[in-house]
């Protein structure tokens, strides 16, 4: 019991700042893709997927400060963020690359995360979630 107390004791002192993850873009985060959505142009039918099956990174690094989004791993891709929007509690990003248009928006209080990725012919919606990187 005395322990239990000096740890209660202990965590009253952390600042609120070390509670919350920072999700608003001031430090770099790490998103993971939990489920896919891909839908056609020409059956108008939506198939769930996984990232390995779509050419999708299972993770991507998102740094506002450097105004880019990365996959990491063996194949590393990168893209400009081409507009970034902080409003209401949410981190909106939007660019463009290779033909297709891309949107993401990260939740600032949880670091729950969705973004879509279209061209002409298919898109795809994403849900995933996100981490603050270690410095």
């Known amino acids: ?3 239990l107390m000096m740890m209660l004791c202990y965590l009253s002192f ?3 700042v070390w509670a919350a993850a920072p999700y608003d873009g001031s430090v770099p985060l790490l998103c993971a893709t939990l489920r896919i959505q891909e839908c056609g ?3 108008g039918e939506c198939h769930q997927r996984r990232a390995e099956e779509v050419n999708i990174p299972q993770f991507v690094k998102i740094d506002v400060a450097q105004k880019t989004i990365s996959s990491t791993g063996a194949e590393s891709r990168q893209a400009a963020v081409q507009r970034l929007e902080n409003t209401d509690g949410r981190l909106v990003l939007q660019g463009g690359q290779g033909g297709r248009g ?3 928006v990260i939740a600032t209080e949880t670091g729950q995360m969705s973004a879509s990725v279209v061209d002409e012919e ?3 919606v994403i849900f995933g979630s996100c981490t603050p990187l270690p410095k």
């Open 14 to 16: 952390v600042p609120a």
């Open 102 to 104: 891309w949107s993401m």
């Open 1 to 3: 019991m005395r322990k």
């Open 122 to 124: 298919v898109g795809f």
């Open 41 to 43: 142009n020409d059956s």
